[in-house]
């Protein structure tokens, strides 16, 4: 069975928390970040994607911005300030995006889960990404980067969701890219209450984050035997119900067809997998959607 373990945040003062937000690390180029980062002294990717405050050229994987994120973020915590908690909690985090809404639960999950395959994994990782994240864990003693989790939906869970997100939130805001935000602390009683019910569950999946779970575990391994290790035992992680997740299409552009003209690709591919006209999106587990040449595919993998 799965677990859900309280934590002592560090995080922001309510004031400056929009100005402390920002995208996930992985998700911009290094000009990008810097653009988004531009004119705001307190934007999180100065810790999460610090080569952005060294010169253009710098190699983001070299010692020199792994120390740069290191002194942005002691920096931080008295800039933002950042607060730690008296003691540890656990919270709801509500995205809402257009017409669509969902509202997880943040909190530390179990390394060895992970490990066990309790935490599941449905993609491989690279290992320079992973050297990167881990290398970051270790130098900053702090996971900046949160694994998206998902689980079977749980009636006692809802009920007690609702019950806390019906209180008034710590942060309430609204992005610059229109993602609204809200997080709600729950109160002592009721964190375990969701750890009673989290025991229930019988596994989570990772939806998005793979590489900074492996990361997580790396630093476990590597920290091992430090007077700080117990802190690696575990990973900051948001769980979303599966009846309220929705995910996204994930593009790829391929940019040549090495040397094949659009029919001979196609041929080419069916002698792989089954390819029939369809739509831009698939309709099954296991299709994936193709646009060539001005009509979309369907891949049955």
Do not use: C
Request: aromatic fraction near 8%; glycine fraction near 6%; hydrophobic fraction near 40%.
């Amino acid at each position: 069975m799965a677990s859900i373990h309280p934590f002592r945040a560090l995080r922001p003062a309510p004031g400056t928390a929009p100005s402390v937000s920002s995208v996930p690390y992985d998700v911009v180029t290094t000009e990008e970040a810097r653009g988004l980062a531009a004119g705001n002294p307190l934007s999180f990717l100065r810790i999460t994607r610090s080569e952005i405050d060294l010169p253009v050229s710098t190699d983001p994987y070299s010692a020199q911005v792994y120390a740069r994120a290191r002194a942005n973020f002691d920096a931080l915590k008295t800039q933002a300030p950042l607060v730690i908690e008296d003691r540890p909690s656990l919270y709801f985090y509500r995205l809402r995006m257009g017409e669509h809404e969902q509202t997880g639960i943040a909190g530390t999950f179990s390394v060895d889960e992970y490990e066990a395959d309790v935490i599941k994994k449905h993609e491989r990782t690279r290992r320079d990404k992973e050297d990167d994240r881990t290398r970051h864990i270790i130098e900053l003693r702090a996971q900046t980067g949160v694994v998206f989790l998902t689980y079977k939906s749980s009636a006692g869970v809802d009920a007690i969701a609702q019950r806390v997100t019906a209180g008034d939130a710590l942060y309430d805001f609204t992005a610059d890219d229109g993602v609204h935000h809200a997080v709600w602390r729950a109160s002592d009683a009721e964190a375990m209450e969701l750890v009673a019910e989290f025991a229930k569950i019988p596994a989570l999946y990772i939806a998005d984050g793979h590489h900074r779970a492996a990361s997580a575990a790396r630093a476990r391994a590597e920290l091992k035997g430090q007077p700080d290790a117990a802190a690696s035992n575990s990973f900051i992680a948001v769980a979303f119900p599966d009846d309220q997740v929705q995910i996204l299409p994930y593009h790829r552009t391929v940019k040549d067809l090495a040397g094949r003209a659009p029919e001979q690709f196609l041929e080419d591919l069916r002698r792989v997998a089954p390819v029939a006209g369809g739509s831009a999106t698939p309709g099954h587990q296991g299709e994936v959607s193709m646009y060539l040449a001005g009509r979309w595919y369907v891949i049955d993998l």
